[in-house]
């Protein structure tokens, strides 16, 4: 059972970049997937979730920060989940983790059972 976050890398403000979390050993389906975020020397932070539809679709939520910018989605058949993140600010770096829990976990870290091990988004011009 594993989660595997994909994706980061370094780009200028007001760019775009992609992150997948691609799931081995289990499927996405029936759960709620998550994409939190941690900056350096602070606690990590809920970025946005999409709960679980059945297949492809579910109902997602963003922070505040990241509203209008950022878009999540899911593919059943590839049993991964992205988060499409536009207009990159320098406040957007960190470490982003994505989670598998249950359909209630929203940003309640207690309630995702499996986490990936992270990818690094750097904004800076």
């Known amino acids: 059972v594993q989660l595997q976050a994909s994706g980061g890398g370094l780009v200028q403000p007001g760019g775009s970049l992609r992150l997948s979390c691609a799931a081995s050993?289990?499927?996405?389906?029936?759960?709620?997937i998550g994409w939190f975020r941690q900056a350096p020397g602070k606690e990590r932070e809920g970025a946005s979730y999409?709960?679980?539809?059945?297949?492809?679709?579910?109902?997602?939520a963003y922070a505040d920060s990241v509203k209008g910018r950022f878009t999540i989605s899911r593919d059943g058949a590839k049993n991964t989940v992205y988060l499409q993140m536009n207009s990159l600010k320098p406040e957007d770096t960190g470490v982003y983790y994505c989670?598998?829990?249950?359909?209630?976990?929203?940003?309640?870290?207690?309630?995702?059972?499996?986490w990936g091990q992270g990818t690094q988004v750097t904004v800076s011009s």
């Open positions: 989670a598998a829990g249950r359909q209630t976990a929203k940003f309640r870290e207690d309630e995702y059972d499996y």
């Open positions: 050993g289990f499927t996405l389906v029936p759960h709620s």
């Open positions: 999409i709960t679980s539809s059945g297949g492809s679709g579910g109902t997602t």
